[in-house]
């Protein structure tokens, strides 16, 4: 890739809006679910996997079955994406929360943070 392909793939990314949502880690050995919210869900997955493969999750409960069971054990999955093109900040991080708080009880999950 030259160096001007790669200026237009960095532009475009910095200019794609993210992708606000709730999303889920679950255990299926064990049946257990996180559930969280993002602004951005882009990254949540690659985050939560960093601190469980290198064992300092913030997620106390959820390290020590990542170290039970092992990956394999684990999935991630999107819940739900928002759209939020004409909403404020603020009104990005509500609806984040509300909706986050619907899918923890739907599901009879845990937050993700710990």
Same mark, same amino acid.
């Given at each position: ?8 793939? *960095? ?6 809006? #993210? ?52 990956? *394999? ?15 404020? #900040? ?25």
């Amino acid at each position: 890739m030259d160096k001007q392909a790669r200026r237009n793939v *960095a532009r475009d990314y910095k200019e794609k809006a #993210p992708n606000a949502g709730v999303y889920a880690l679950e255990c299926s050995t064990t049946g257990q679910v996180w559930v969280g919210g993002a602004r951005n869900l882009s990254g949540q997955q690659n985050r939560h996997l960093f601190g469980l493969r290198n064992g300092g999750h913030m997620n106390r409960e959820m390290q020590a079955a990542w170290i039970a069971h092992g990956e *394999a054990g684990f999935s991630f999955r999107v819940l739900e994406t928002l759209d939020t093109e004409e909403m404020t #900040p603020l009104g990005i991080a509500d609806l984040v929360k509300t909706r986050e708080r619907h899918w923890l009880d739907a599901l009879g999950a845990r937050k993700v943070a710990g």
